[in-house]
């Protein structure tokens, strides 16, 4: 069975630092996406990033970006020069050939000013 | 014009009602979802339906019913709620056309309270 990991309940940084958020999963498939959502406390469920597992280069949305470790079965990711707005729960996700989406449990990140 | 939109946002009744969460997609994607969201903020898929047929039917109890009128919309309807419902529930959509262009666009939640 597919499990998707998030090791980090909560992370706290200052305004402007960067912070690398980890995610691993487990899986027998080859091709398959991953995802990283953003719940902020409206608790809208938000697009961050994407990232194609046959795709080598790392995904990249403005201050976000991911570092994708196929074989070591990573996806983590970095916000670059934090925001206050950064602020929410973060979630990764992996979708298998169902169309199902895995979820991890979340990590809470909080941007302190 | 809001994507994927769910109504009602905040839900309180009391146990044993039956009540019904409606959810509609502007997007024209083929599949519709519904999660619910705990307290402890873990998503667990519920239902899946594409073109208005169920795919996905985790272990749910049958006091939730889905259902799609139209592949636009997937309503739920909870019988003889219990305390153990109250959660944040989404909706959510997706185009079906292959893993490539899967990515599932969510509504604001609906936030149910049982008393």
């Known amino acids: 069975a597919q499990t998707v990991t998030q090791s980090q309940p909560e992370m706290s940084v200052q305004e402007a630092e960067t912070v690398t958020l980890s995610c691993t999963y487990d899986?027998?498939?080859?091709?398959?996406?991953l995802f990283w959502y953003k719940q902020p406390p409206s608790r809208q469920m938000i697009l961050v990033i994407r990232?194609?597992?046959?795709k080598q280069q790392n995904a990249t949305e403005n201050r976000f970006s991911v570092n994708f470790q196929k074989a070591a079965k990573s996806f983590s990711l970095k916000i670059s020069d934090s925001q206050l707005g950064d602020t929410a729960m973060y979630f990764c996700?992996?979708?298998?050939?169902?169309?199902?989406?895995?979820w991890g449990a979340g990590t809470k990140l909080i941007i302190k000013p | 014009d809001t994507a994927v939109s769910q109504t009602p946002k905040y839900l309180v009744t009391q146990m044993g009602n039956d009540k019904s969460i409606k959810c509609e997609q502007n997007?024209?994607?083929?599949?519709m979802y519904w999660y619910k969201q705990d307290s402890k903020k873990f998503l667990k898929i519920m239902f899946s339906?594409?073109?208005?047929?169920?795919?996905i039917n985790e272990t749910v109890p049958n006091r939730f019913s889905p259902k799609s009128p139209d592949k636009a919309h997937l309503n739920l309807h909870i019988n003889s709620l219990e305390l153990g419902d109250s959660a944040v529930y989404f909706c959510?959509?997706?185009?079906?056309?292959?893993?490539?262009?899967?990515?599932?666009?969510f509504g604001a939640g609906t936030r149910l309270s049982v008393l």
């Open positions: 959510a959509s997706s185009p079906q056309a292959g893993l490539a262009k899967n990515i599932q666009y």
């Open positions: 997007l024209g994607h083929d599949t």
């Open positions: 339906y594409n073109n208005k047929e169920l795919i």
């Open positions: 899986t027998s498939e080859s091709n398959y996406y």
């Open positions: 990232q194609e597992a046959y």
């Open positions: 996700a992996f979708l298998d050939s169902n169309y199902q989406l895995i």
